[in-house]
């Protein structure tokens, strides 16, 4: 079999695996009926493996938008939204094979490898927890990454169905500080009270055109907009950002009407 044929071969598999699994049934999902206690449920132990064969093709698409598969998740670190899946897709095959198992410290995430490990922080109250990121999603706009209903459990997102998070990867095997689940039920929860989102519409080199941004949308929204410069390799980009925003269904309804009024690249940022 030619290298051609091959990956079109796995391209079809993943479409169909990102199919069944979060990235595209149209049933109700949510918790199971009878709640489980979740205290017994421990963290992913990360530990070194190979890439599933499934699931981790250089570039993929779904729903019309393209997504490219990270060559390693050393060193990854982001802020943003996480979401939460349940019933609708327990005991369903995800996009790296495995099984899904609402009731298993597990993750979904659009380019991580699979499989990988990743410590969750909840920014609005401090739980933290580490998943095994084994699937790919959340393809809903916004979103960084879909975690087991267990895990959405332990951090305290299910009742609200989102929350602000920090997603940090884990190196099985690289020393690094991690805190044990027993010793994270052991310290009170603080929030961190970093948590801000913004609905970025866009980064421009020049603030000229920034401003220019800035004026039009004035004209059409009353919310608060701001120029957030920041320095980077490639020199200064002028974020226009609007917001701190109330809740993230604002953040979306906000977003879906930027796209009327042409603002094709808006996204929710957490600071």
Same mark, same amino acid.
């Given at each position: 079999?030619?290298?051609?044929?091959?990956?079109?071969?796995?391209?079809?598999?993943?479409?169909?695996?990102?199919?069944?699994?979060?990235?595209?049934?149209?049933?109700?999902?949510?918790?199971?009926?009878?709640?489980?206690?979740?205290?017994?449920?421990?963290?992913?132990?990360?530990?070194?493996?190979?890439?599933?064969?499934?699931?981790?093709?250089?570039?993929?698409?779904?729903?019309?938008?393209?997504?490219?598969?990270?060559?390693?998740?050393?060193?990854?670190?982001?802020?943003?939204?996480?979401?939460?899946?349940?019933?609708?897709?327990?005991?369903?095959?995800?996009?790296?094979?495995?099984?899904?198992?609402?009731?298993?410290?597990?993750?979904?995430?659009?380019?991580?490898?699979?499989?990988?490990?990743?410590?969750?922080?909840?920014?609005?109250?401090?739980?933290?927890?580490?998943?095994?990121?084994?699937?790919?999603?959340?393809?809903?706009?916004?979103?960084?990454?879909?975690?087991?209903?267990?895990?959405?459990?332990?951090?305290?997102?299910?009742?609200?169905?989102?929350?602000?998070?920090?997603?940090?990867?884990?190196?099985?095997?690289?020393?690094?500080?991690?805190?044990?689940?027993?010793?994270?039920?052991?310290?009170?929860?603080?929030?961190?009270? /970093?948590?801000?989102?913004?609905?970025?519409? =866009? @980064?421009?080199? *020049? $603030?000229? !055109?920034?401003?220019?941004?800035? #004026?039009?949308?004035?004209?059409?929204?009353?919310? /608060?907009?701001?120029?957030?410069?920041?320095? =980077? @390799?490639?020199? *200064? $980009?002028? !974020?226009?950002?609007?917001?701190? #925003?109330?809740?993230?269904?604002?953040?979306?309804?906000?977003?879906?009407?930027?796209?009327?009024? =042409?603002?094709?690249?808006?996204?929710?940022?957490?600071?």
């Amino acid at each position: 079999m030619t290298c051609s044929v091959f990956w079109r071969r796995a391209a079809l598999a993943l479409t169909y695996l990102l199919l069944i699994s979060c990235g595209g049934v149209s049933e109700k999902d949510g918790a199971p009926g009878k709640v489980p206690d979740i205290s017994q449920i421990p963290d992913a132990v990360p530990k070194a493996e190979p890439r599933s064969k499934y699931g981790n093709p250089t570039q993929y698409e779904v729903f019309g938008k393209r997504y490219y598969t990270l060559t390693s998740a050393d060193g990854y670190r982001e802020k943003g939204i996480a979401s939460w899946y349940g019933t609708k897709f327990h005991g369903r095959r995800t996009s790296s094979g495995e099984i899904y198992d609402m009731y298993e410290m597990t993750a979904a995430h659009k380019t991580l490898p699979l499989p990988s490990y990743v410590e969750v922080t909840n920014l609005e109250n401090g739980r933290n927890v580490i998943v095994k990121v084994n699937d790919r999603g959340p393809f809903h706009d916004n979103r960084l990454i879909d975690l087991s209903y267990s895990a959405a459990t332990k951090l305290g997102i299910v009742s609200k169905g989102t929350g602000l998070v920090e997603v940090r990867a884990i190196t099985p095997g690289k020393a690094q500080k991690t805190v044990t689940s027993v010793e994270r039920d052991a310290q009170p929860v603080k929030s961190s009270g /970093s948590a801000a989102m913004f609905l970025q519409v =866009g @980064a421009f080199s *020049t $603030l000229n !055109r920034a401003e220019q941004v800035k #004026l039009r949308l004035q004209q059409d929204i009353p919310d /608060s907009i701001s120029i957030m410069p920041m320095d =980077g @390799a490639q020199g *200064t $980009l002028y !974020r226009v950002r609007v917001g701190p #925003l109330a809740s993230v269904a604002d953040g979306d309804h906000l977003a879906a009407r930027l796209v009327g009024l =042409g603002f094709r690249d808006s996204h929710i940022v957490v600071d």
